[in-house]
């Protein structure tokens, strides 16, 4: 005679299932607190936590702010007025160099001379002896403290005076140069055109009236 095995039944298997008993378990928890008020206990000790953490990122995020404010606080103003042509800044030549320098000093001329709208006069050039009695006549520089120039009170005019004065700046450091070289007659021509341009700059802006 064959037994057969029977299965379990099904309310047996649930019965017996960890999965299941736990899950009954903690419906029966919740109904338990649900009865006894202990799920809005429950609720209060997770909004604590949540109110802290909410806490302290408001507090992180005006720290942050506040930083940023700092900064752009101690950012350098910038100013409004516009540079002045005569301050454009220059190249410096290589040290121990003088023609360097001098080609440097009659770029910036010719440069100052197109900004002040002045153009200077041709000049011959010399060689020989006459350069040697080109660079020994004597020259006086003019400045703007000379009492017989009286420009109009305008910034046009301001502008100009500064150029003249940088142009005639420029043309004192050419002959000091050229005077180093001695025999040298592209300095000397330099400095004689120099001159020119100084004085030309000078008379534009004692002549300027607006």
């Given at each position: 005679?064959?037994?057969?095995?029977?299965?379990?039944p099904?309310?047996?298997?649930?019965?017996?299932?960890p999965?299941?008993?736990?899950?009954?378990?903690?419906s029966?928890?919740?109904?338990?607190?649900?009865?006894?008020?202990?799920?809005?206990?429950?609720?209060?000790?997770l909004?604590?936590?949540?109110?802290?953490?909410?806490?302290?990122?408001?507090?992180?995020?005006?720290?942050?702010?506040?930083?940023a404010?700092?900064?752009a606080?101690?950012?350098?103003a910038?100013?409004?007025?516009?540079?002045?042509?005569?301050g454009?800044?220059?190249?410096?030549?290589?040290?121990?160099?003088?023609?360097?320098?001098?080609?440097?000093?009659?770029?910036?001329i010719?440069?100052e001379?197109?900004?002040?709208?002045?153009?200077?006069?041709?000049?011959?050039?010399?060689?020989?002896?006459?350069?040697?009695?080109a660079?020994?006549?004597?020259?006086?520089?003019?400045?703007?403290?000379?009492?017989?120039?009286?420009?109009?009170?305008?910034?046009?005019?301001?502008?100009?005076?500064?150029?003249?004065?940088?142009?005639?700046?420029?043309?004192?450091?050419?002959?000091?140069?050229?005077?180093?070289?001695p025999?040298?007659?592209?300095?000397?021509?330099?400095?004689?055109?120099?001159r020119?341009?100084?004085?030309?700059?000078?008379?534009?802006?004692?002549?300027?009236?607006g």
């Amino acid at each position: 005679m064959i037994r057969r095995h029977r299965s379990p039944p099904a309310t047996t298997l649930r019965n017996t299932d960890p999965g299941l008993r736990s899950l009954r378990a903690t419906s029966r928890d919740v109904l338990a607190d649900a009865a006894s008020g202990d799920i809005d206990r429950r609720l209060s000790s997770l909004r604590a936590p949540l109110w802290r953490v909410h806490t302290a990122v408001t507090a992180a995020l005006a720290a942050a702010c506040a930083i940023a404010l700092a900064c752009a606080g101690a950012a350098p103003a910038r100013s409004s007025l516009p540079a002045s042509p005569a301050g454009a800044s220059r190249e410096q030549p290589l040290p121990g160099d003088p023609r360097a320098e001098i080609t440097e000093l009659d770029r910036q001329i010719t440069a100052e001379l197109t900004r002040a709208e002045v153009t200077a006069p041709p000049v011959a050039s010399c060689s020989g002896d006459t350069c040697t009695s080109a660079l020994a006549a004597p020259f006086a520089t003019p400045t703007a403290e000379d009492p017989a120039c009286h420009p109009a009170p305008s910034d046009h005019c301001s502008d100009i005076c500064k150029l003249s004065t940088s142009i005639c700046h420029n043309q004192d450091r050419i002959c000091e140069l050229a005077r180093s070289l001695p025999g040298d007659d592209w300095a000397a021509n330099k400095c004689t055109s120099a001159r020119t341009s100084c004085q030309t700059a000078h008379q534009r802006c004692c002549g300027c009236t607006g």
